[in-house]
């Protein structure tokens, strides 16, 4: 990992509890940019996952419970060309504003994190992270939500119901928000998601539905199985859609870049949103799995140009706020 990207975790936690409202203040001085380059493609990194309790990544099954290393792979990843944004928590988007890692990048928050992993209630899945007026007060581009849906499963519905609230929310906000939908069901007490043609494009038909307008409703789709269904699964909705990049074991990094490369040929598909794939590679080097993802999704042209770092930061800002005086 690149000593330019390191986080002084001393730094960001004297300064949030000297001053707190350091973090609204970088929010409002953020450099903002449009949800889609000039492209019409998306490449965001996400980490959201540990809002839930699901820590696990790479070789290590707690490695996302290291903040300072996951901040210092997000400002890594964040400095690639290429890299239009980041998925997050609250504490994980307030860390990287102090840092100044998010100006001119999309920024999308995770809204529904209280389906802990695991847990006897990981359908029900409530709103326990970002609400819409946090996300337009923060002056943040979009918002995230999970719908996993098990029909075994009373607490589906409620996750449903207020997953089409959402939805409602965000319009009346002008906010885009990304449904992440799949079908679920339980096999010796552990969830397993459904990665079927017809599981997977169910889910997809559901989500588009939801609420009283789907405006600003995307859809972040896994792949499928068998990646030659994904033709027909995308072509269940007209909405955007974003591929949800998910792990990538040390045997099979090609192969999922490979299914990745082909999805991202389909009409609707608009881009990448990939989390621990990028940030927990098989072999450590972020900078080189992020490159590989930027040009699938943005094309050749844009991964020469990552080729070559602009300078010994390898692109990132210096750090704002972090031990400064305002």
Partial sequence: MNGAHAVDTAALAGLRAHRPEAVAEAAARRVRRTLLGGDGRLLVLAADHPARGALGAGHGDRAMADRAGLLARLRLGLSRPGVDGVLASADVLDDLLLLGALEGKAVIGSMNRGGLAGAAFELDDRFTGFRPEDLARSRYDAGKLLLRLDYDDPGSLTTLHAAARAVDAMAALRLP????????RRVGGELRSDLGAAAVTTSL???????????????????????????????????????????????????????????????????????????????????????????????????????????????????????DEP
């Fill in 205 to 323: 038909a559901v989500a588009s539905g939801l609420g009283g307008t789907s405006a600003y409703t995307w859809l972040k789709v896994p792949v499928t199985e068998d990646p030659d269904d994904m033709a027909r699964v995308t072509a269940a909705s007209t909405l955007p859609v974003v591929l949800l990049g998910g792990p990538v074991g040390a045997a099979r990094g090609e192969a999922t870049y490979e299914r990745w490369r082909r999805a991202l040929a389909l009409p609707t598909v608009r881009g990448l949103v990939a989390g621990r794939a990028l940030l927990y590679p098989p072999d450590g080097d972020v900078a080189a799995a992020v490159d590989t993802a930027a040009a699938l999704v943005h094309g050749d042209a844009r991964h020469e140009a990552a080729r070559t770092p602009p300078g010994p930061s390898r692109g990132l800002p210096a750090p704002r706020g972090v031990g």
């Fill in 177 to 184: 928000v990304f449904v992440e939908p799949f079908l679920c």
